[in-house]
């Protein structure tokens, strides 16, 4: 019984330790927002989970429209299923992230698992002839493992500092309220462009287009601008 306890306690340790305290250093503590050096003013668009073949071109036209730039990240087997939109992506001066290849939590695999993902994720990006710079882990979860696997491929990782559930079929109203009610100051906001496939509810892109077709010209005359997904825009010295 002692043994068991022992082993038990151990294990949760090494969970704390190898999932808990990674993902709640990068998502909560907002480390890896935009860099402090950027205007107060700077907002960062990033869409998770596409292409999309009825969503990404919409979006990418209301993105145009307003001659906004975007980060899109993509999971491996949705690049794989639209290659002609992921080029399209890229030809608009849009920056690609890497976004796993599955979109299965981390937290859900082991490491040699979450291995093969990444590879074989990183493998699919490449054959679009796309080297991303960035790395957003599906829902969010980091492990010690897959910010070792980033930094041997040279990859930050970036999460977000807005995010308003619009994975779920909310209306654009709803969408548009909680964005203004969570953005402040040099926010990174993610928004999701793809439905089901990854997770989210039928129909809840709708409600994003709609949204962001809003927010971009209520955030401009408002004094904010959008900023360009280079690389360094984020606060790359908080995990040094
Ligand atoms: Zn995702």
């Known amino acids: 019984m002692l043994l068991f306890r022992i082993t038990a306690g151990a294990a949760a340790m ?9 993902t709640c250093y990068y998502r909560y503590l907002h480390l890896n927002s ?13 869409f998770d989970d596409g292409p999309d073949e009825n969503y990404t071109p919409q979006l990418l036209d209301i993105l145009a429209k307003h001659q906004v730039k975007a980060i899109f990240f993509l999971p491996g087997f949705k690049a ?14 849009h920056q690609i992230g890497f976004h796993g290849y ?10 040699f698992h979450t291995a093969r993902d990444f590879h074989r ?16 882990p599906p829902h969010g979860t980091i492990t010690l493992g897959n910010l ?3 930094k041997k491929a040279g990859l930050r990782p970036m999460l ?6 619009d994975w779920r079929n909310i209306g654009g109203d709803e969408v548009l309220a909680r964005l203004w009610d969570k953005v402040s100051i040099r926010e990174v906001i ?51």
């Open 34 to 46: 935009l860099d402090p050096s950027a205007d107060e003013h700077s907002l960062l668009l990033s």
């Open 160 to 165: 977000w500092t807005v995010l308003v559930g």
């Open 190 to 240: 993610c928004l999701h462009d793809s439905g089901e496939s990854t997770g989210g509810e039928q129909g809840a892109p709708n409600g994003t287009l709609s949204a962001v077709e809003r927010f971009i010209p209520q955030a401009l005359a408002g004094g904010y601008q959008f900023i360009e997904p280079r690389n360094g825009v984020c606060n790359e010295n908080a995990d040094k």
């Open 80 to 93: 794989e299923m639209h290659p002609d939109l992921v080029r399209k992506i890229a030809e608009q001066g």
């Open 121 to 136: 994720g990183l493998a699919a990006l490449k054959r679009l002839g796309i080297k991303p710079y960035w790395y957003r």
């Open 14 to 22: 090494i969970w704390v330790i190898y999932a808990i305290i990674p």
């Open 148 to 150: 070792l696997l980033a």
């Open 102 to 111: 599955q979109h299965r939590n981390p937290w859900s695999m082991g490491f």
